[in-house]
């Protein structure tokens, strides 16, 4: 459904249209720009999640803006307005023969528009046009997300040592979905995004060519089969990466060392898939989580950086 159309400089026939639900056809054109755009740049300008809510119908709080010339797209960003606390998160990209046009900055004020100049923005990869682009927005930089690598050969790393009391098995499709859902509720209740994750977000990356169960490991207790911690793991197999996807540990479970032997878990299951490399996120003010993850070997290998209005 369009919810908005507006022009931008008629001159360079530059428009800007506001969808709350994309076609499979427009879905496939964002796609295919963002993919693009990732050859040129080394890095992807929307993240999965952005990338997930492209597709099958509307979601709520999600809108989508394509600009076109001459009915062609060159630029798309997606808002989404979710949190009931933080200003709207955006992300936005520009096809890389079209840049030096002003198509960046009319999309970001198209963004500032839409979400009434309360608005967060990330930069994924720290760009420098990124970073400008902000600036002229009259952003500032408010959130800085890092991205770690270690070599997985050699492996090492020490057998895993569970606290007693614990066991660890595989997720199982359907039969768990309820239980991890509340427990990553409860592991991130402090985080932006992971910690808001629902059915329908679980059953997108279910549906994803990557997913395998074999690599989602569950922690739970021997008394009673409670959920107290997981390990989901993810292989990129084209750029031939294994990924520490989400880590979370239920309140109750922290503190326990629970958390660094599931991570070795998943590190060894990587391992074993041939993977060469291990990857994973960490925001740069978590300094316990970066502490227990340069103690294993990782170093950072890159920054995704969250810009915002003056709040």
Known sequence: MTTDVRASAPESGRRIET????????????????????????????????????????RE???????????????????????????????LVVDPSQRGRGHGRALGSALLGESGKRLRVWAHGGKSAARHLAQVL?????????????????????????????????FVPGQDDAAWLAVNAAAFAHHPEQGTLTQRDLDDRKAEPWFDPEGFFL??????????????????????????????????AQGLGLGKALTAIGLRHLAGQGM???????????????????????????VDLMYRTET
């Open 219 to 252: 922690a739970e207790r021997e008394s009673d089969g409670a959920l107290v911690g997981f390990h989901w793991t993810k292989v990129h197999a084209e750029e031939q990466l294994g990924e520490v996807y989400v880590l979370g540990i239920a309140p109750e």
């Open 276 to 302: 060469p490399t291990a990857m994973l996120y960490v925001d740069a003010d978590n300094p316990a989580a970066l502490r227990v993850y340069e103690g294993m070997g990782f170093t950072t290998h890159e």
């Open 138 to 170: 009259g952003l500032t930089l408010f959130r800085e997300l890092r991205q770690l690598r270690r070599p997985l050969a050699p492996l090492d790393i020490p057998e895993p040592a569970l606290p007693p009391g614990i066991r660890i098995r595989t």
């Open 61 to 91: 709080g999600v809108r989508h803006l394509l600009l076109t010339v001459s009915d062609r797209l060159v630029a798309y960003a997606q808002l989404e307005d979710t949190d009931p606390v933080e200003a709207p998160a955006a992300e």
């Open 19 to 58: 969808l709350d639900e994309l076609t499979p056809e427009q879905a496939q054109d964002v796609l295919d720009l963002i993919a693009d755009a990732a050859r040129t740049d080394g890095v992807q300008a929307v993240s999965e999640q952005g990338r997930l809510q492209l597709r099958g119908g509307r």
